[in-house]
């Protein structure tokens, strides 16, 4: 569509529909991620060790380039291309509101997600199980969704004994509430960041986030069909549901519309009985008056 024929068209729409600037903008970004690399996208709580992972994965180590702490550091959507990719860091799932609503506009055009979670406080809780199904329900998300989805658990530094075991659960979770198997990474981003600031070469592999490099980079490129596919499904459901409100609201306001004009045609009925009854009592009247004179 030309981009005039398009500003005329939205407007129209816009006139239209309540939301139509969500629907549409949905629309333009699936459109706009068909050329795009490959994007991959942190998800999980706060604290979760998300912005960290990124610095490690495209070593930025020394100076961070995603914001990281012990307080909710994270509050909007931020973007890094890296090699053939674009790392996309979002906010902490159900820290706020505000937060919720920025990570799924990033998570509605993700094409590999890296869920991230704290064996520190044990398996997934229902916020995070709650966030996977939702996922899942989004357009076109069950394509390649076992490949799509990278389990990360971080914090392997400070919880060497319970990992394995927490894992194990993380996996059974996972596969209860959506049917899947992803991969599943156990990894130390500070094990890797003080191992390659120090040059120390035993830390780095202890850290495991070579492992996890060597998939992304090598293995997740391949996933190309996999990702065409997702981002045509997007598009068509996007369009679908643009569509699917205009119909409901043409026929809401056709519906109003009747409603009108039978309380116009009652109102006419009523006017005409009305004035048919003032005319023929005149009418009466003034023959009466006739007689007298
Ligand atoms: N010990 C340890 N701490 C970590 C690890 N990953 C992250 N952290 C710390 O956890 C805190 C939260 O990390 P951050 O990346 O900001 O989490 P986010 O809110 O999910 O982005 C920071 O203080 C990090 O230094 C890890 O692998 N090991
Ligand atoms: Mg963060």
């Given at each position: 569509?030309?981009?005039?024929?398009?500003?005329?068209?939205?407007?129209?729409?816009?006139?239209?529909?309540?939301?139509?600037?969500?629907?549409?903008?949905?629309?333009?970004?699936?459109?706009?991620?068909?050329?795009?690399?490959?994007?991959?996208?942190?998800?999980?709580?706060?604290?979760?060790?998300?912005?960290?992972?990124?610095?490690?994965?495209?070593?930025?180590?020394?100076?961070?380039?995603?914001?990281?702490?012990?307080?909710?550091?994270?509050?909007?959507?931020?973007?890094?291309?890296?090699?053939?990719?674009?790392?996309?860091?979002?906010?902490?799932?159900?820290?706020?509101?505000?937060?919720?609503?920025?990570?799924?506009?990033?998570?509605?055009?993700?094409?590999?997600?890296?869920?991230?979670?704290?064996?520190?406080?044990?398996?997934?809780?229902?916020?995070?199980?709650?966030?996977?199904?939702?996922?899942?329900?989004?357009?076109?998300?069950?394509?390649?969704?076992?490949?799509?989805?990278?389990?990360?658990?971080?914090?392997?530094d400070s919880n060497e004994e319970v990992i394995d075991a927490i894992a194990q659960k993380v996996q059974h979770q996972i596969k209860s509430c959506l049917g899947i198997e992803p991969r599943l990474f156990q990894v130390s981003f500070?094990?890797?960041?003080?191992?390659?600031?120090?040059?120390?070469?035993?830390?780095?592999?202890?850290?495991?986030?070579?492992?996890?490099?060597?998939?992304?980079?090598?293995?997740?490129?391949?996933?190309?069909?996999?990702?065409?596919?997702?981002?045509?499904?997007?598009?068509?459901?996007?369009?679908?549901?643009?569509?699917?409100?205009?119909?409901?609201?043409?026929?809401?306001?056709?519906?109003?519309?009747?409603?009108?004009?039978?309380?116009?045609?009652?109102?006419?009925?009523?006017?005409?009985?009305?004035?048919?009854?003032?005319?023929?009592?005149?009418?009466?009247?003034?023959?009466?008056?006739?007689?007298?004179?």
């Amino acid at each position: 569509m030309s981009s005039d024929l398009k500003i005329s068209t939205y407007k129209k729409l816009n006139q239209y529909l309540n939301d139509g600037g969500q629907l549409t903008s949905a629309l333009d970004s699936a459109l706009s991620a068909t050329a795009q690399p490959l994007r991959i996208t942190t998800c999980g709580l706060l604290k979760a060790g998300k912005s960290s992972l990124l610095n490690a994965l495209t070593d930025h180590l020394e100076t961070e380039l995603f914001a990281t702490g012990a307080v909710r550091t994270t509050v909007q959507n931020q973007t890094l291309s890296h090699q053939d990719f674009i790392f996309v860091d979002t906010p902490g799932l159900d820290a706020t509101e505000e937060d919720d609503k920025e990570a799924w506009d990033a998570l509605g055009i993700a094409d590999v997600l890296l869920f991230v979670h704290d064996p520190g406080v044990g398996e997934l809780d229902q916020a995070e199980v709650k966030f996977l199904l939702e996922l899942a329900g989004q357009p076109g998300a069950r394509h390649g969704l076992e490949e799509r989805l990278v389990v990360i658990l971080t914090r392997l530094d400070s919880n060497e004994e319970v990992i394995d075991a927490i894992a194990q659960k993380v996996q059974h979770q996972i596969k209860s509430c959506l049917g899947i198997e992803p991969r599943l990474f156990q990894v130390s981003f500070t094990s890797y960041q003080n191992g390659k600031l120090q040059g120390k070469q035993k830390l780095v592999e202890y850290s495991r986030i070579p492992v996890l490099q060597q998939y992304i980079f090598e293995n997740l490129a391949r996933m190309h069909s996999h990702i065409q596919t997702l981002r045509q499904v997007r598009i068509d459901d996007s369009c679908k549901e643009l569509i699917n409100a205009v119909d409901t609201e043409i026929a809401k306001r056709m519906e109003q519309s009747i409603i009108a004009q039978k309380k116009f045609d009652q109102s006419t009925q009523a006017f005409t009985k009305d004035s048919e009854t003032l005319i023929n009592s005149l009418r009466t009247k003034f023959a009466a008056y006739d007689k007298i004179y």
